[in-house]
């Protein structure tokens, strides 16, 4: 994931049915057909969303056939988790503080 990137893979998650596609290729790669049988949208609407997700670098495409399949890019993946894993140790810390000071404080 490229730093100008850094954004997109948030954004693109913002989108319930996009949350939906990314659970859905976590269990295995998958064709638009396969994806779509599985959600309440039409086919066309999943491709768009895979276009937003390849887009934002969350998933990846190979050519078998007719057929394109879809799996979630790992490097990004570990990559928002890192961020997440980022973000929780900052919030730990914060309250951490917050609790110290708390205890200074009291009598």
Excluded: C
């Excluded at 979630?72 to 990559?79: E, G, I, K, M």
């Amino acid at each position: 994931m490229s730093a100008n990137r850094s954004g997109e893979p948030w954004s693109a998650l913002a989108d319930g049915t996009r949350r939906a596609i990314i659970a859905s290729l976590a269990e295995e790669p998958q064709a638009v057909g396969q994806l779509a049988a599985g959600l309440p949208v039409s086919r066309s609407a999943v491709s768009q969303h895979l276009k937003v997700l390849k887009d934002a670098g969350l998933v990846s495409e190979r050519v078998a056939g007719t057929r394109r399949i879809y799996r979630l890019n790992p490097a990004a993946v570990a990559a928002l988790r890192d961020q997440l894993d980022t973000f929780w140790q900052q919030a730990l810390a914060g309250y951490a503080d917050a609790a110290e000071q708390a205890r200074e404080e009291s009598p």
